[in-house]
Structure formats: C-alpha cells, structure tokens
C-alpha cells in the first residue's frame, strides 16, 4: 500500500504561482511512476503531468506545457507539481497518483491521494 497525502493549495489570483506537494508513505516511493491530476466541478479527472520512477524523464498535458513543472525527491518521498503563470481555466481538485506504467491515464493510477483545491481567480 501506498498512501498519498497532497497540500499546497489555495486562493490565488490569475497569473500567480502555487507549489503542490505530495507526501508518500508506505511501500518504496521510487518504485512507483508519480503523476498529477485535476477534477473541475462538473468536469472529469483529467491529466497534468507524470514523472518517471528516477525523474529523468517527464510530459504534460498541453493545457499546461510550459507553466507547469513536475519534479520529484526520491530521499523525501515527494513529488511537487509547480504551477506558474495560473489562469481561472486552471481552478480545479488537484490530486497525486502512483502508479507502476508511467502512465496518463486515470484507470491505470494503482493509488490516489484525497487531493486539494486550487482556485485562480480572475
């Protein structure tokens, strides 16, 4: 078992910057491909972005491709999702994921966290 555990969210105006955090605990943290997630109300859970098991190797979502920045420490069983440049289309659930594919889909996520609210207000 994996438990995942996600903070850094909260109220921020459009153009602002946010830094999510994802704390894991349980089984070994670096066996596991991590990625992040977001659910707008009345929307599906949709991809952000993955990272590799040893964080040589990431992608995103095009909504995001060049604000947003995924990285990971291994030592600190953490992923963080750094978020620059917020729009109000951004506002959404965010939520980590590990999972054993590296992949982007949300039916192959092996664990979740509970998630955490962003809102970008105009």
């Known amino acids: 078992q994996v438990q995942l555990v996600e903070s850094g969210g909260g109220l921020v105006q459009a153009g602002g910057s946010l830094r999510l955090s994802c704390a894991a605990s349980?089984?070994?943290?670096?066996?596991?491909?991590m990625g992040w997630f977001r659910q707008a109300p009345g929307k599906e859970r949709e991809f952000v972005a993955a990272?590799?098991?040893?964080?040589?190797?990431?992608y995103y979502a095009d909504s995001v491709k060049g604000r947003f920045t995924i990285s990971r420490d291994n030592a600190k069983n953490t992923v963080y999702l750094q978020m620059n440049s917020l729009k109000p289309e951004d506002t959404a659930v965010y939520y980590c994921?590990?999972?054993?594919?590296?992949?982007?889909?949300?039916?192959?996520?092996?664990?979740w966290g509970k998630g955490t609210l962003v809102t970008v207000s105009s």
């Open positions: 994921a590990a999972d054993s594919r590296y992949s982007d889909y949300v039916s192959d996520m092996d664990y």
């Open positions: 349980g089984r070994t943290f670096s066996s596991y491909a």
């Open positions: 990272i590799s098991w040893s964080g040589g190797s990431t």
